[in-house]
Each structure stands twice: as C-alpha cells, then as structure tokens.
Nanobody, 115 residues
Framework: QVQLVESGGGLAQPGRSLRLSCAAS????????MSWYRQAPGKERDLVAF????????SYTNSVKGRFTISRDNAKNTVYLQMNSLKPEDTAVYYC????????WGQGTQVTVST
C-alpha cells in the first residue's frame, strides 16, 4: 500500500525558513523521480520542484528558485524541501509525489507565511 506522509509545515513569518519532509512507503522509492507540489486556496495544485533518482539533478519553478532546495535520502525513503526566505505567496498545502505524479496524494502539510 502506497503511503506519502508529509510533515514539517506550520506558521512562519516572512523571511523565515521551514523544512518539509515526506516519508514514502509501499513502492520502490529510489527508482522514482520525486517532487513537491503545492496548492494555494482556490488554485490548482502546481509543481514546485523535482529531483532525480540519485539527487544529481533538481529543477524548480521560477517563483522558488534560489529560495527552496529539494533533496532526498533514498536510504530513508524520504524527500525534503528546505524553504528559505519565505513569502506570503508561498502559503499553500504542500504535497510530495513522484514526477510525474503517479501515486495517490497524501494529506499534505499546511504552510502559512504571515506576520
């Protein structure tokens, strides 16, 4: 049974940092490109970043380039998203999945950036 369990979200002030984690199980994690998506209120779910199977390549949507870093630990079946210099427009529910997304979505983790 595939499970994606996101954690690490919360309330942060603009300019601060958060680190998201996603624990995966039920599939061969190391053989998939992994990614983070986000869905802001009233908007569609959008791709934020993805990382290759061996962490050799990562790609980011323009709005987070230079601020967010995706990484993975294949030994722990976990993918991370380090988010620095947070902005109010980063407020969303964040989800991990394969890229392209092939698995059922997890519950996501809420990130709220506000004063």
């Amino acid at each position: 049974q595939v499970q994606l369990v996101e954690s690490g979200g919360g309330l942060a002030q603009p300019g601060r940092s958060l680190r998201l984690s996603c624990a995966a199980s039920g599939f061969s994690f190391s053989t998939y490109v992994m990614s983070w998506y986000r869905q802001a209120p009233g908007k569609e779910r959008d791709l934020v970043a993805f990382i290759s199977r061996t962490s050799g390549t990562a790609s980011y949507t323009n709005s987070v380039k230079g601020r967010f870093t995706i990484s993975r630990d294949n030994a722990k079946n976990t993918v991370y998203l380090q988010m620095n210099s947070l902005k109010p427009e980063d407020t969303a529910v964040y989800y991990c999945n394969t890229y392209p997304h092939l698995m059922d979505w997890g519950q996501g983790t809420q990130v709220t950036v506000s004063t």
